[in-house]
């Protein structure tokens, strides 16, 4: 069974930081390229980052470059976002998916059960 599991969101005041893994089974994590996506309330899913098989090239969307930072442990089969300089509009479910698949129509399988991130003070 394909699994990807996600935390470590939270409530976090602007400008704080908060450091999401994405812990996979069921796959041979090493051999894909990875992404985070999120969703905000009441919006559609947003491409945020991705990271190549062996992590060395990375890939941010306008909105977190410089912000975030995406990494992966192959040998924990992990994947991380860490976020800094969080601002409210980063308020968003976080999930993490093989890159490469329709943000909008999501994976065959649907989202996960994603991890929430709320930006508020």
């Known amino acids: 069974e394909v699994q990807l599991v996600e935390s470590g969101g939270g409530l976090v005041q602007p400008g704080g930081s908060l450091r999401l893994s994405c812990a996979a089974s069921g796959f041979t994590f090493g051999s894909y390229d990875m992404s985070w996506v999120r969703q905000a309330p009441g919006k559609g899913p947003e491409w945020v980052s991705a990271?190549?098989?062996?992590?060395?090239?990375?890939y941010y969307a306008d909105s977190v470059k410089g912000r975030f930072t995406i990494s992966r442990d192959n040998a924990k089969n992990t994947l991380y976002l860490q976020m800094n300089s969080l601002k409210p509009e980063d308020t968003a479910v976080y999930y993490c998916a093989t890159e490469g698949i329709d943000v909008v129509a999501g994976p065959p399988g649907g989202w996960g059960q994603g991890t929430q991130v709320t930006v508020s003070s």
């Open positions: 990271i190549n098989i062996g992590g060395g090239s990375t």
